[in-house]
T-cell receptor, first 117, second 111 residues
Framework: DSGVTQTPKHLITATGQRVTLRCSPR?????VYWYQQSLDQGLQFLIQ???????AKGNILERFSAQQFPDLHSELNLSSLELGDSALYFC????????????????FGPGTRLTVL | DAKTTQPPSMDCAEGRAANLPCNHS???????VYWYRQIHSQGPQYIIH???NNETNEMASLIITEDRKSSTLILPHATLRDTAVYYC????????????FGTGTRLQVTL
């Protein structure tokens, strides 16, 4: 158990709809990352938040957005869903630094499986 | 981030050591080598990381060559539960940064 929780575990919806995925980071972790894993693309970084602010963006579509709240949980919003958005969505969390090495180890949640019909 | 090269698949007998290689010939002097694994469709699991020295924890050992152009992850006594895709990732230190996953090595542990 990594300490990162994600809800829901499974989500089935129709094209054109909007969904929200939720992530609770490990206690004390300030950074939250979102990744998408589809069959043809592998694991791809979407976006990172650090202490409530967007820190980095990856291959995130304009239809997707995220935010991190004051209690540090994060939500990923996916709108105007298409069949191709069906994938596993993972969030990961980390502290700013792992002392004494100065690196930043990310710990992943169990994921949300999104199926768009 | 430096690119890594891993064999697409490997087999290992249960109880034997699994040695998973990774080439990262373009690694920079301050970049770390990280290993994660993903069992079926579960979330990636952190295994170990290192910079220059060999590292060991309760899960595995990481051997990094002196020139840092390659490394080997060693699972000393593989079990069926170690069957997974193993990812070798190189990333810079310090600030939080994304993980760039390649295709990894699919390790199959057999009886």
């Amino acid at each position: 158990d990594s300490g990162v929780t994600q809800t829901p575990k499974h989500l089935i919806t129709a094209t054109g709809q909007r969904v929200t995925l939720r992530c609770s980071p490990r206690s004390g972790d300030l950074s939250v990352y979102w990744y998408q894993q589809s069959l043809d693309q592998g694991l791809q970084f979407l976006i990172q938040y650090y202490n409530g602010e967007e820190r980095a963006k990856g291959n995130i579509l304009e239809r997707f957005s995220a935010q991190q709240f004051p209690d540090l949980h994060s939500e990923l919003n996916l709108s105007s869903l298409e069949l191709g958005d069906s994938a596993l969505y993972f969030c990961a969390s980390s502290r700013r630094r792992d002392y004494p090495t100065g690196t930043d180890t990310q710990y992943f949640g169990p994921g949300t499986r999104l199926t768009v019909l | 981030d430096a690119k890594t090269t891993q064999p697409p698949s490997m087999d290992c007998a249960e109880g034997r050591a699994a040695n998973l290689p990774c080439n990262h010939s373009t690694i920079s002097g301050n970049e770390y080598v990280y290993w994660y694994r993903q069992i079926h469709s579960q979330g990636p699991q952190y295994i170990i990381h290192g910079l220059k020295n060999n590292e060991t924890n309760e899960m595995a050992s990481l051997i990094i060559t002196e020139d840092r152009k390659s490394s080997t992850l060693i699972l000393p006594h593989a079990t069926l539960r170690d069957t997974a895709v193993y990812y070798c990732i190189v990333r810079p230190p310090g600030t939080a940064s994304k993980l760039t996953f390649g295709t990894g090595t699919r390790l199959q542990v057999t009886l």
